[in-house]
Nanobody, 126 residues
Framework: QLQLVESGGGLVQPGGSLRISCAAS????????ISWFRQAPGKEREGVAC????????NYADSVKGRFTVSRDNAKLTVYLQMNNLKPEDTAVYYC???????????????????WGKGTLVTVSS
């Protein structure tokens, strides 16, 4: 059964860092794009970042560029989102999703995702 499970969320102070993980099971990451999305209370889902697992090519939303880094460990079937200089507006449930890698680059688009995790809550507050 194909499954994605996020972990590592929690409470962090503004300016702090947190790394969340997305563990895949039931499939290899080699031919997939893994994307991160987030949804804050009362707001629409927002794309955060994506990575083409085979090549490592990444793409980021403007709101997180320079602060967040997405990476993968294909051997461990895990994708990470390192979040630095966190702001209160980064508070949200973070979801990872997987979809087939069609091109050498990725676009952060939920329409291309076939599998979704259940999310992990990140709260940025003092």
């Amino acid at each position: 059964q194909l499954q994605l499970v996020e972990s590592g969320g929690g409470l962090v102070q503004p300016g702090g860092s947190l790394r969340i993980s997305c563990a895949a099971s039931g499939f290899t990451l080699d031919y997939y794009v893994i994307s991160w999305f987030r949804q804050a209370p009362g707001k629409e889902r927002e794309g955060v970042a994506c990575i083409v697992s085979k090549s490592g090519t990444t793409n980021y939303a403007d709101s997180v560029k320079g602060r967040f880094t997405v990476s993968r460990d294909n051997a461990k079937l895990t994708v990470y989102l390192q979040m630095n200089n966190l702001k209160p507006e980064d508070t949200a449930v973070y979801y990872c999703a997987a979809g087939p890698a069609v091109f050498s680059q990725c676009v952060i688009n939920p329409d291309g995702m076939d599998y979704w995790g259940k999310g992990t809550l990140v709260t940025v507050s003092s």
